[in-house]
Each structure stands twice: as C-alpha cells, then as structure tokens.
C-alpha cells in the first residue's frame, strides 16, 4: 500500500460510518417486508417492495415526472446560469467575489428556507399575485403546479450549475476568442464553435449536479407542491415518516440511488468516447 | 501547540470543571448527570411540557430532561429502530399510532395501577397514556356559510371547489374518510364507500399543511369549509374573526388523542414515569385546555365554563364522538395513501 493512500484514510473512514453503513442498513431493508398487523421487519428476504413498485403504475409515473423534473431543471438552469457564469468571469472585475457570495447563498441556506420564502412570493395572496391583484390583472396558480415547483427547484440549484461554469469559463484563454474573433467569426459563431465545446466540462459537472438534486429533492417539491405533487422525494417520505412502511420507503431510496449511479456511468462512458473520438 | 501544552489545557478544564460541581448546591443527588430523553412535538406542546413537566422535573431531582422535536412519524422510526438499544424515554404519538407501538412490544404498557393512569377518563389508555382529546370538526368562512355546518353541508352544489382537506396520511385525513364512509351508510371498514363520496369533494381548494395558508385562504373567501382538528385552530380563532368552527352532529366530531408512551426497557424508566405523572397532571392539563384547547384526560381538571365550551372535557361529550377502528386504519394506510394520491388529489 503506498503511504500516500493515508492521505484518503478520514474521510473514507467518515464516509464508512456516515455514509456507507447507514446505506448498507438501507439496501438490506428494501429486502424485508413489514409482518402482518406490525411495523416489524419480518424476518427473511425478498423483492415483494421492488415488485409492488414496479407493478403499480402510480409509482411509473411518478419516476418518469421526477424524470421530467430533473432533466427540466437542468435545461433551464443551464440557460440561466451561462450569461451569469460568464458576465461573472469577463464583466464583474471587482464585484466577482460578491456575486459569487451571493450565487453562494441558497447553497449555504439550506432548502427549507428559500423555499418558504417562495411559498409568500407564489402564494395566491403572496408577492406576485397580490401585486396583480392590486393591477387588476389575472391571477396565476403557482403553488401546487408543476410550473411552482420548476421554479422553485432551479432557484434552490441554480448555484450547482454557476460554480461550474465559472470555473471552466474562467480558465478560457481569451485569445482563442480574439483569434476567432481576428478571422472574422461572428459572436454566435464564437460561441457555438469556441466557448460552450471548451465550457463543455463544466456544463456536463453543472448538469450532472443540478440533475442529481433535482431527483432526489424532498423539501422544494413537498412545501411548494402542495400535496398536489408526487415526486420520488415526497413518496419516499409518505412511506417512511407516515406510513411507517420503512421497507418500501427504503425500495423507494433504492431506486432512487441505482438510477443515479447509472446516470453518472453513463455519463462517464459518454465521456470516454468523446475523448476517444477527439484523440483520433 | 506541544503535546504538553495540551495536556496542561486538558488539566486545567478538569480542574475548572470539578471545581464548578463541587460549588453546586447538592440537591437530589440520585438523578443528578441523568439524562431523560423525550420525543414531541415542536411549539407550544413542547413549552408546556418544558414549563410542567421537565423544568419541575429537573429541579427535584437533579437529572436533565431533553427534548427531541419532530412529527410523531420520526418518533415510531426511532424507537422501532433503536428496540435492541433505546434512547428516547418517553415518545408522544397519535391514537392510531399507539396500540400499534404496544403491539410490537416497543412502549410499556399502561399500568393500571399507576396512580396518573388512574386519573385519566376510563378506557381512554388504549396503547399508551392518553395525553389529550381533540375532535376532527369543520372550520368555516361565516360569510359563505351562515350556521355553523353539519358534515353534509360540504357536499352541498354551492360549495363545490371550496373545500380544503389536510395532506394526506395523517389523522384529519383518515377521519374525513370515516365520516364520508358515514354519510354514504357505511364506516370506514368499506374504503370503496368512503372514497367514493370523498371524491364527490374534488377538486378540492387546496391541500392544506398550516393554519396561517388555510386562514388565509378562507378569509378571502377562497375556501368555505375544511376539516380540522380542534385545539390549535380555536386558539387560532381568537384573531381570524370570520372564521367559525363547528363540532358536528351527524356523525359527532372524530375523535383524535395524542398519547403518551413509555418507551420499553429505555434507560431512564424512573424518571420517565415522573415525567409522565407531571405531564399527565392537573396542572399540565389545565394549561393545555385554557392555552391550546387541547381537551384534558384527567378528570381532576376543573376548567372555567368558557373554556370548558371549546374543549372535549366530559364523558357526554367523549360519548358523542366518533370513534375509527384506528388499528384497521393504519393498516389500510399504505393503499389509502396511494388512492389518495390517485383519487382525491388526481396526481
């Protein structure tokens, strides 16, 4: 074992007790099932939670709208957060450190707080609708429709696709631009054949992240759906905090977590390949 | 820093430490670097139980009492997931959760001879120690309905779209099923009944999980009529004016208890059941009804008329409410959930 390995030793021991133990202990509920009449774990194996998932279409739908949600809030967040990611790169100057503080602030807040403040902004008698009551315009539903959530969910995730994009950005070499720029490309064609293939790093690290959180999200979709809204967050936690049905909850988290671990293999063999191509 | 710094540091704490013990005043010894674990709801229930029960607790006999705050769903995953090692001494749970607690062998059962058992209304300590009476009525916009409304009243044309029902699973939910299983001639044990007319409800207004939303919302006249748990919303009422609540008569108003378990073979069982003494006690009680209208257990508590109006304090009233087959409910919960989901909120 080289000694360097000894530098990994705390946080794979940190990640053993919070991490690994904890998920472990959730597998192996998945596989049991509660006895008749009792909240018990039965004793022996089996995949009646994973059947059940499967063969209700309820729970179908409510993996391909999480789906839906996740790949949404990921297009939506690269759209905004590209023009921020670069005006913070070539245009802040001296205001960099502060809106990076503050792109920063929903991440260090954590998700309940944002989003009771969105729950006073979206609100039918909230901010938005209040002030086009006072216009005399029409109303909009917000809260307990998916177009809340969609907001609600790219504002709480919006700095997981900023950070990245900054970080590739900032490392651009300007003169490629300029170089572009000398030979007579237009700014579109700058940016379509020099920036975001170069940014491409960056944008794949900020969707992965964004569409990661986005699909396992509880307290975004739970306070500003309403109720009205089923996602695999807001079904995992009806099971296990109300339901107390703890084996299926665990199911539920399972599932979960395989389809992100095939999305980040996807995404790793994805990458592969493009470096090949590249190289040849 | 050295080693020998630390050391000299790591002295001089113990040091200081020992010497503020030894300054304490020595009060009830026995307990003291005790610590009572309970688990309950955030709020006012908690202040009260600070104020009545642990603070009175802590000063007879020495010991800490620490509070774990969450929904009573966070509570049964603990203690069913800490049966080999428990560390929570007292969980407050619902009524349906309770016999289900007892049942698997996670909580004491209540002991008959306990005199805080004695105290309570007779054939109320189903699981655990009943804690307080609370009743699933109608809350109600006054200027959209003028009396205060029976069950019926929410199926009326005229409210069609101005009903709102709490998040479903949870004890308001399960209650508005027994009552729509009622009023289509059947109970709860036939969901297909209960379903059946509670659909007849949709759309509904809105899925409520607060009372300042719900408030909001029906003082500007979006919402009529929502079941809700008495307590809190006729603290409540004092400041929203237009909004009344009714205890119906057809059914009665469902009956919903909050318990107080001991957890099994928990480490501190002594002061557990002290602790359940105080906070099943007179004092306790009482401030539950006049602050939170939370209807006492213990018939030792005297309540001024006024108060006595808004709560469930006598056996008549006990008598008139409706009672679930909550053990058969909450094994239907995990389908009731998913036609829920389907069939009320149309997801």
């Known amino acids: 074992m080289p000694p360097s390995i000894l530098l990994l030793l705390p946080a794979l021991a940190l990640s053993a007790v919070v991490f690994l133990a904890p998920f472990v202990w959730l597998a192996s509920t998945s596989f049991r099932t509660q006895a008749e009449g009792s909240l018990l774990l039965a004793d022996g194996l089996s995949f009646d939670n994973y059947i059940r998932l499967l063969a209700d279409p309820f729970f179908l739908e409510v993996l391909l709208r999480t789906l839906a949600y996740s790949v949404i809030t990921t297009i939506l967040s690269l759209i905004v957060a590209l023009p921020v990611a670069r005006f913070i790169v070539t245009r802040a100057g001296r205001l960099k450190g502060i809106l990076l503080a503050l792109m920063l602030v929903p991440l260090v807040s954590g998700a309940l707080l944002p989003s009771l403040g969105m729950l006073h902004l979206m609100g039918p008698l909230g901010v938005v609708n209040g002030a086009s009551r006072l216009m005399g315009l029409p109303t909009v539903k917000l809260l307990g429709t998916p177009t809340g959530i969609l907001i609600g969910l790219v504002q709480s995730f919006l700095p997981l696709m900023v950070l990245p994009l900054v970080n590739t950005l900032a490392r651009l070499p300007a003169d490629l631009e300029q170089a572009a720029a000398s030979l007579g490309a237009p700014a579109t064609a700058i940016w379509r054949r020099v920036i975001l293939p170069l940014a491409m790093p960056g944008v794949v690290a900020g969707s992965v992240l964004v569409f990661c959180a986005t699909f396992t999200s509880f307290v975004t979709p739970q306070v500003l759906g309403q109720g009205h809204i089923a996602t695999f967050g807001t079904v995992a936690y009806q099971q296990a905090g109300q339901v107390l049905d703890w084996p299926f909850a665990s199911a539920l988290a399972m599932v979960a977590l395989v389809m992100i671990g095939l999305l980040q293999v996807a995404i790793a063999i994805g990458s592969r390949l493009i470096r090949r191509q590249e190289a040849q | ?347």
């Open chain 2, 1 to 347: 820093m050295s080693d020998n710094g630390l050391s000299r540091v790591a002295a001089a704490c113990l040091a200081a430490t020992m010497l503020v013990t030894a300054g304490l005043p020595a009060v009830a010894q026995d307990f003291k670097g005790k610590t009572l674990v309970v688990g309950t709801w955030g709020g006012d229930i908690e202040r009260l139980l600070r104020q009545n029960a642990a603070e009175p607790l802590e000063k007879e006999t020495g010991a800490k009492v620490e509070f774990v705050l969450g929904g009573s769903g966070d509570r049964m995953a603990r203690i069913y997931a800490e049966k080999a090692n428990p560390t929570m001494d007292v969980a407050f749970v619902n009524i349906y959760e309770a016999p289900q607690a007892l049942k698997d062998g996670m909580v004491e059962a209540p002991d008959p001879n306990a005199p805080y058992f004695k105290d309570v209304w007779d054939g109320m300590n189903n699981g655990c120690y009943a804690m307080s009476l609370v009743g699933l009525g109608i809350a109600y916009n006054k200027k959209l309905v003028s009396k205060p409304p029976e069950w019926a009243d929410m199926w009326k044309p005229e409210f069609k779209g101005k009903i709102a029902l709490s998040s479903y699973p949870g004890s308001e939910g399960d209650g508005v099923l027994g009552v729509a299983a009622r009023l289509a001639g059947k109970d709860e044990h036939d969901p297909d009944a209960a379903f059946g007319k509670l659909k007849e409800l949709t759309p509904i207004a809105m899925t409520y999980t607060n009372l300042d939303e719900i408030f909001a919302m029906m003082d500007a006249g979006e919402v009529a009529m929502a079941p809700m748990i008495s307590g809190y919303v006729l603290a409540a009422l004092k400041t929203h004016p237009d909004i009344g609540f009714s205890f119906p008569k057809e059914p009665g108003p469902v009956l919903v208890r909050d318990m107080l378990c001991l957890v099994k073979n928990s480490p501190e069982p002594e002061l557990a059941k002290k602790f359940a003494a105080l906070a099943l006690g007179v004092k306790n009680q009482t401030d539950y009804a006049e602050q939170l209208y939370f209807g006492p257990t213990n018939k030792n508590v005297k309540l001024s008329p006024e108060v006595s109006a808004d709560v469930i304090d006598t056996p008549d009233e006990v008598q008139g409410l409706l009672q679930l087959d909550w053990p058969y409910v909450i094994s239907q919960r995990s389908d009731w959930t998913q036609r829920w989901n389907k069939e009320i909120l149309g997801q």
